[in-house]
């Protein structure tokens, strides 16, 4: 039973344009759901994250919006570049309880 | 610089051979974890430890073990009881189970059976 389920697979953006990452869940005691950046051959690294008290968080062009009620958080790339070129993987888990959950990956390229 | 050393980087494994796969960090993190990773299928916990002597089985520990003798240290070995072991392992840490601070991740250590 996948706990996360992220769409699309794969993205091809053009440079400059928006990539847009949705992820769903079903557990409504998740309460911390980040996102992970990873390179091919390297470990996957925190990128941005964020918790149901908030419905949206931005860090630079990297933007999560949350939707507590439809169970639905996504994240949004602006003015994409070629070097945000990677697979980016959200997360969830219950703080306090459990490790995180990950979904099954989105392969970005972004093109000039 | 603190952070999680994966060794080795690249791993071959006959059939029926039992292979240990490092990872040690020096972030003095309470938990640590074993991921798999497939083409596809995500990241898949293996094992994690909150604390050092204790650990727990993830959604895919068959086939696999591992021990917590010291905070620093999260080895993991891969028995011949896997019936498929190629993958991309990733080691992580983080302050404890319940952190929001997110997980550190080492390299990863790719294993392939030949």
């Known amino acids: 039973q996948q706990q996360v389920k992220q769409s699309p697979q794969s993205l091809i953006v053009q440079k400059g344009g928006i990539s847009i990452i949705n992820c769903a869940y079903e557990?409504?005691?998740?309460?911390?759901f980040p996102w992970y950046q990873q390179f091919p051959g390297k470990g996957p690294a925190l990128l941005i994250a964020?918790?149901?008290?908030?419905s949206e968080k931005k860090e630079g062009r990297f933007t999560i919006s949350f939707n507590k009620s439809a169970k639905q958080f996504s994240l949004h790339i602006m003015d994409s570049q070629p070097g945000d070129s990677a697979t980016y993987f959200c997360a969830a888990n219950e703080a306090g309880n459990t490790p995180l959950v990950f979904g099954k990956g989105t392969r970005l390229s972004v093109i000039a | 610089d603190g952070g999680i050393t994966q060794s080795p980087k690249y791993l071959f494994r006959k059939e029926g051979q039992n292979v240990t796969l490092s990872c040690e960090q020096n972030l003095n993190h309470d938990a640590m974890y074993w991921y798999r990773q497939d083409p596809g299928q995500g990241l898949r916990l293996i094992y994690y430890?909150?604390?050092?002597?204790?650990?727990q089985k993830g959604d895919i520990a068959e086939g696999y073990s591992v021990s917590r003798e010291k905070k620093e240290s999260f080895p993991l070995t891969v028995t011949s009881a896997q019936k498929n072991p190629t993958a991309f392992y990733l080691c992580?840490?983080?302050?404890?189970?319940?952190?929001?601070?997110?997980?550190?991740f080492g390299s990863g250590t790719r294993l392939t059976v030949v």
């Open positions: 557990n409504t005691a998740f309460d911390y």
């Open positions: 992580a840490s983080s302050i404890p189970v319940w952190s929001f601070y997110g997980y550190t």
């Open positions: 430890s909150q604390i050092v002597n204790d650990f």
């Open positions: 964020i918790r149901p008290d908030v």
